[in-house]
């Protein structure tokens, strides 16, 4: 916060200098927002189905019922949220086997 108390700054004219201060602090940061805003989309663009390993693309692949995403290059398995206690219930229901392996994750 800045110092409006300076030699010759009437109560008022201190008054109306912290409020116009304010106003431009809050423009300043809805600025700041949007930014971080068109910034979060644009990196959403950037990296949607592609390899956080290599960036190459990624292929939608059905693997126990769940769309997982395989990348075309490396071959990594990603999943989305929730996909992982989908697999793992569906592993369970098998011979259980899967169930443990990826019950390390959990
Ligand atoms: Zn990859």
């Known amino acids: 916060m800045p110092d409006f108390a300076g030699p010759g700054l009437s109560k008022e004219e201190e008054y109306f200098a912290k409020k116009e201060f ?3 602090k809050k423009i300043a940061e809805e600025n700041e927002k949007k930014l971080l805003e068109q910034e979060r989309e644009e990196l959403r663009q950037l990296h949607w189905m592609r390899c956080p390993k290599d960036g190459m693309e990624l292929a939608e692949i059905v693997f126990m019922g769940v769309h997982v995403d395989k990348c075309t290059h490396c071959g990594g398995i990603f999943l989305d949220a929730g996909e992982l206690d989908t697999l793992m219930d569906a592993g369970k229901q ?5 169930g443990k392996i990826l019950g390390v994750f959990r």
Not at 94 to 98: I, K, R, V
């Open 22 to 24: 304010e106003r431009i």
């Open 94 to 98: 098998q011979d259980g086997m899967l």
